[in-house]
């Protein structure tokens, strides 16, 4: 019964998807196959510059570029970019996965998923290489070529050697790949950053494109390096490996390029660095393209036309178990109506009929105190876990955090695939304070704990120390045998606590499980900016008072998260001011989200207070949230 009743819940989420992010997937596909062929012509302009006789070199590209096999690559390469933005949609998040501790990082790298979006990449990677190779021509356009050398004429079968430079190319683009997917996890990529200044798409692909390019030319050179390193160390493999394979022989007449002297060939050099500037910019066209329109904001209806609609209107999306990237979505779009659309905040505020009954209003509150409860429990529980070393006590405040679809689960439209199955299991345990799991029965070392003192608390398990019957009563001692097993339990993490090596793959990095902690606080400073917004216009626009019955509880929720922040940011190595972060084609926007939800928060707290003013002191609260509100109406905060 309970599989065959979440099925039309699953589906109503799949299909809600598609709605809403099926036309944006097209459109980015679309685009960036469209801009492949001016990447193309680029491409094939400095492949064959030459600076001496300029309108030869432009009439030649041109010539090329109509040609028939230029065409045939063109659509070759067309299909690389389907399948590039295809991963891109598989493996999107809106709540960054952020790795506490070296060990999480290298388990991140090595799950299957992303040891199969590495496979996939640098296939891929070889393939535009592969492409890039034929399309530059000359002497790095086949694989198998005659040879130069007199003794090659002996017998017709020795007539053919390994063409090496093509195979550097090759192994270039394969590499490049794979280091493409290994930074796209390793410096989550993946994850969608949301605009705070809404534009046209345009205006942002214009103001992120020169970055592109710029990023792409250095990646590509850094990549160059780390390869002909690699190749001079290992090329020697690969290239037996195919000579035997193909019954090839060597080409004694040319300079082997597993050499100081075979790497010195600028030719070679400029023309594998041109093929990495052409394939980094192409995939990240697609990346950026998909982000553009993923994060473009959406009209949720307050109010559905017609019934069919009912599973789209703005109340009903916030409180139901959509996908997390739906959600986002509904809040930017409360976040908007509550600052720029007076006539859908008036639906917000209107009574249903019959009945006269604030339902959007009531609906639309209650998903965003629930936000803000949800951010008050989680953070005076990772208060209480690291003030007690790691060991989660008993808390005060009842824990019951709401439940999210994974990001990978229902975060692609391509329907309930392995992959989508397979989503959330690894990071759930490696993400430190991702939303699927904001209670956590154990944790590690605490927040300020020095290297020397930390306890190795991921190779056990926590054991009871006394157990409870059915009838609630304490039973008795522990036995002697889990008193050995807990003497044991001890020594085993004394002994690996004093191993340097085992230290630095488990010590937990401060920083990083700091930025866990808030990795999905964009929803909830939407849902205080769309809340506070939506208070402070029913001053003047609430005619019916719809408001005015929540607003207790309303200011209640904020004091409270804000003696929850200002404790949390007490803690040591909590920085209290924001670093600077330079402009980088990779979104870092994740790391200060702490300071943006402490901004965000003391923000939406004065703009009711200024608003309401002194008739706030008609609002029933707590001596202590009185006189908090009494600070914030003089400005004292």
Same mark, same amino acid.
């Given at each position: 019964?309970?599989?065959?009743?979440?099925?039309?819940?699953?589906? +109503?989420?799949?299909?809600?998807?598609?709605? #809403?992010?099926?036309?944006?997937?097209?459109?980015?596909?679309?685009?960036?196959?469209?801009?492949?062929?001016?990447?193309?012509?680029?491409?094939?302009? =400095?492949?064959?510059?030459?600076?001496?006789?300029?309108?030869?070199?432009?009439?030649?590209?041109?010539?090329?570029?109509?040609?028939?096999?230029?065409?045939?690559?063109?659509?070759?390469?067309?299909?690389?970019?389907?399948?590039?933005?295809?991963?891109?949609?598989?493996?999107?998040?809106?709540?960054?996965?952020?790795?506490?501790?070296?060990?999480?990082?290298?388990?991140?790298?090595?799950?299957?998923?992303?040891?199969?979006?590495?496979?996939?990449?640098?296939?891929?990677?070889?393939?535009?290489?592969?492409?890039?190779?034929? /399309?530059?021509? +000359?002497? *790095?356009?086949?694989?198998?070529?005659?040879?130069?050398?007199?003794?090659?004429?002996?017998?017709?079968?020795?007539?053919? %050697?390994?063409?090496? *430079?093509?195979?550097?190319?090759?192994?270039?683009?394969? @590499?490049?790949?794979?280091?493409?997917?290994?930074?796209?996890?390793?410096?989550?990529?993946?994850?969608?950053?949301?605009?705070?200044?809404?534009?046209?798409?345009?205006?942002?692909?214009?103001?992120?494109?020169?970055?592109?390019?710029?990023?792409? %030319?250095?990646?590509?050179?850094?990549?160059?390096?780390?390869?002909?390193?690699?190749? *001079?160390?290992?090329?020697?493999?690969?290239?037996?490996?195919?000579?035997? !394979?193909?019954?090839?022989?060597?080409?004694?007449?040319?300079?082997?390029?597993?050499?100081?002297?075979?790497?010195?060939?600028?030719?070679?050099?400029?023309?594998?660095?041109?093929? +990495?500037?052409?394939?980094?910019?192409?995939?990240?066209?697609?990346?950026?393209?998909?982000? /553009?329109?993923?994060?473009?904001?959406?009209?949720?209806?307050?109010?559905?036309?017609?019934?069919?609609?009912?599973?789209?209107?703005?109340?009903?999306?916030?409180?139901?178990?959509?996908?997390?990237?739906?959600?986002?979505?509904?809040?930017?779009?409360?976040?908007?109506?509550?600052?720029?659309?007076?006539?859908?905040?008036?639906? #917000? @505020?209107?009574?249903?009929?019959?009945?006269?009954?604030?339902?959007?209003?009531?609906?639309?509150?209650?998903?965003?105190?629930?936000?803000?409860?949800?951010?008050?429990?989680?953070?005076?529980?990772?208060?209480? !876990?690291?003030?007690?070393?790691?060991?989660?006590?008993?808390?005060?405040?009842?824990?019951?955090?709401?439940?999210?679809?994974?990001?990978?689960?229902?975060?692609?439209?391509?329907?309930?695939?392995?992959?989508?199955?397979?989503? +959330?299991?690894?990071?759930?345990?490696?993400? *430190?304070?991702?939303?699927?799991?904001?209670?956590?029965?154990?944790?590690?070392?605490?927040?300020?704990?020095?290297?020397?003192?930390?306890?190795?608390?991921?190779?056990?398990?926590?054991?009871?120390?006394?157990?409870?019957?059915?009838?609630?009563?304490?039973?008795?001692?522990?036995?002697?045998?889990?008193?050995?097993?807990?003497?044991?339990?001890?020594?085993?993490?004394?002994?690996?606590?004093?191993?340097?090596?085992?230290?630095?793959?488990?010590?937990?990095?401060?920083?990083?499980?700091?930025?866990?902690?808030?990795?999905?606080?964009?929803?909830?400073?939407?849902?205080?900016?769309?809340?506070?917004?939506?208070?402070?216009?029913?001053?003047?626009?609430?005619?019916?008072?719809?408001?005015?019955?929540?607003?207790?509880?309303?200011?209640?929720?904020?004091?409270?998260?804000?003696?929850?922040?200002?404790?949390?940011?007490?803690?040591?190595?909590?920085?209290?001011?924001?670093?600077? /972060?330079?402009?980088?084609?990779?979104?870092?926007?994740?790391?200060?989200?702490?300071?943006?939800?402490?901004?965000?928060?003391?923000?939406?707290?004065?703009?009711?207070?200024?608003? =309401?003013?002194?008739?706030?002191?008609?609002?029933?609260?707590?001596?202590?949230?009185?006189?908090?509100?009494?600070?914030?109406?003089?400005?004292?905060?």
């Amino acid at each position: 019964m309970a599989t065959a009743a979440s099925r039309p819940s699953a589906g +109503g989420s799949r299909d809600i998807l598609w709605r #809403v992010l099926g036309w944006r997937i097209v459109a980015s596909i679309v685009w960036s196959v469209l801009l492949l062929p001016i990447c193309t012509t680029i491409f094939i302009i =400095f492949s064959s510059i030459d600076l001496f006789h300029p309108i030869q070199w432009l009439s030649d590209s041109f010539s090329d570029l109509y040609s028939s096999y230029v065409v045939f690559y063109l659509l070759l390469l067309s299909v690389v970019i389907v399948i590039i933005n295809i991963f891109n949609v598989e493996f999107y998040t809106v709540v960054p996965c952020i790795p506490c501790s070296r060990l999480a990082l290298i388990g991140k790298i090595v799950h299957p998923q992303q040891v199969m979006h590495s496979f996939i990449h640098a296939s891929m990677g070889m393939v535009m290489a592969w492409c890039a190779a034929v /399309i530059t021509k +000359g002497q *790095y356009s086949f694989l198998v070529v005659p040879c130069t050398g007199t003794e090659s004429l002996d017998s017709p079968a020795a007539q053919t %050697c390994l063409n090496e *430079y093509h195979l550097f190319f090759l192994l270039a683009g394969a @590499f490049m790949g794979y280091s493409y997917s290994l930074l796209y996890f390793v410096n989550n990529m993946n994850y969608l950053p949301f605009p705070i200044i809404q534009q046209y798409k345009f205006l942002r692909f214009r103001r992120s494109l020169l970055l592109l390019v710029k990023h792409s %030319c250095v990646e590509s050179l850094f990549l160059v390096r780390n390869f002909c390193i690699l190749y *001079y160390f290992l090329g020697h493999i690969p290239k037996a490996w195919i000579s035997t !394979a193909m019954d090839l022989r060597k080409d004694k007449q040319l300079h082997p390029l597993d050499t100081v002297s075979g790497l010195l060939n600028l030719s070679l050099l400029y023309h594998v660095w041109l093929c +990495g500037v052409f394939l980094l910019t192409t995939w990240y066209v697609s990346w950026i393209l998909f982000k /553009i329109y993923a994060t473009e904001a959406h009209l949720f209806p307050v109010q559905p036309s017609f019934a069919e609609e009912s599973d789209e209107c703005l109340p009903k999306v916030l409180n139901s178990n959509s996908p997390l990237i739906i959600k986002y979505l509904a809040l930017q779009d409360l976040v908007l109506l509550s600052q720029y659309s007076p006539s859908r905040r008036q639906e #917000v @505020f209107s009574l249903s009929q019959p009945g006269g009954h604030p339902h959007n209003w009531t609906a639309i509150s209650r998903e965003c105190l629930s936000l803000l409860n949800d951010m008050t429990q989680k953070l005076v529980f990772y208060q209480e !876990a690291a003030a007690t070393n790691g060991r989660v006590i008993s808390s005060s405040y009842p824990m019951e955090p709401k439940k999210f679809n994974s990001p990978g689960s229902l975060g692609t439209p391509f329907g309930s695939s392995v992959m989508n199955r397979m989503a +959330g299991i690894f990071d759930v345990n490696t993400c *430190y304070g991702s939303p699927q799991s904001p209670q956590l029965i154990r944790r590690g070392p605490r927040l300020w704990t020095s290297a020397s003192d930390q306890q190795m608390t991921e190779f056990s398990s926590s054991f009871p120390s006394t157990s409870v019957s059915a009838e609630g009563k304490t039973v008795g001692q522990p036995s002697m045998i889990y008193s050995w097993i807990q003497n044991k339990r001890e020594q085993i993490k004394n002994f690996l606590s004093k191993r340097v090596l085992i230290m630095y793959f488990f010590s937990k990095h401060p920083e990083a499980s700091i930025q866990a902690v808030f990795s999905d606080a964009q929803m909830h400073i939407w849902a205080l900016e769309g809340l506070s917004h939506l208070v402070a216009a029913s001053y003047t626009e609430d005619r019916f008072g719809v408001v005015q019955t929540t607003l207790p509880a309303i200011l209640n929720s904020l004091l409270t998260l804000q003696e929850a922040v200002d404790k949390y940011f007490k803690l040591p190595h909590v920085s209290s001011k924001p670093p600077r /972060i330079s402009g980088s084609l990779v979104d870092t926007s994740y790391k200060t989200l702490r300071f943006a939800f402490r901004a965000s928060l003391k923000t939406a707290i004065y703009r009711i207070t200024t608003t =309401f003013g002194e008739h706030l002191n008609a609002v029933q609260a707590s001596a202590e949230h009185q006189k908090r509100l009494q600070q914030f109406l003089e400005f004292k905060e």
